[in-house]
Nanobody, 126 residues
Framework: QVKLVESGGGSVQAGGSVRLSCATS????????MAWFRQVPGKEREGVAA???????SYAGFVKGRFTISKDNAKNTLYLEMNSLKPEDTAMYYC????????????????????WGQGTQVTVSS
């Protein structure tokens, strides 16, 4: 069973940067698709960014140009570099992996991934 462990969350002022990490328990190169989601209490979870096994990426419109998803195959780690943070980026951020099927690009931010991490909180103050 694949396990995901997020880290790197914290508190930052608006305009600042944070890098989230997601360590996988298996070779990350064997995972078809991975993604970052976020959720605020009382709201639905939303897809933020996704990456496939070839390194192709997808981004939600509200983070394009500010966030970058990447992975390091040697470290078996997924990253989310978040820049120009806004108070509305405050949320619990979750790492997700899909190990069963390949997800088509248009579905990467909406797919029901089968493996999830425990989440890491990011709080942006104005």
């Amino acid at each position: 069973q694949v396990k995901l462990v997020e880290s790197g969350g914290g508190s930052v002022q608006a305009g600042g940067s944070v890098r989230l990490s997601c360590a996988t328990s298996v070779s990350i190169s064997t995972i078809y698709n991975m993604a970052w989601f976020r959720q605020v209490p009382g709201k639905e979870r939303e897809g933020v960014a996704a990456i496939d096994d070839a390194g192709d990426t997808s981004y939600a419109g509200f983070v394009k140009g500010r966030f970058t998803i990447s992975k390091d195959n040697a470290k078996n780690t997924l990253y989310l570099e978040m820049n120009s943070l806004k108070p509305e980026d405050t949320a619990m951020y979750y790492c997700a992996a899909e190990t069963r099927v390949t997800v088509i690009p248009d579905a990467r931010l909406y797919h029901e991934y089968n493996i999830w991490g425990q989440g890491t909180q990011v709080t942006v103050s104005s």
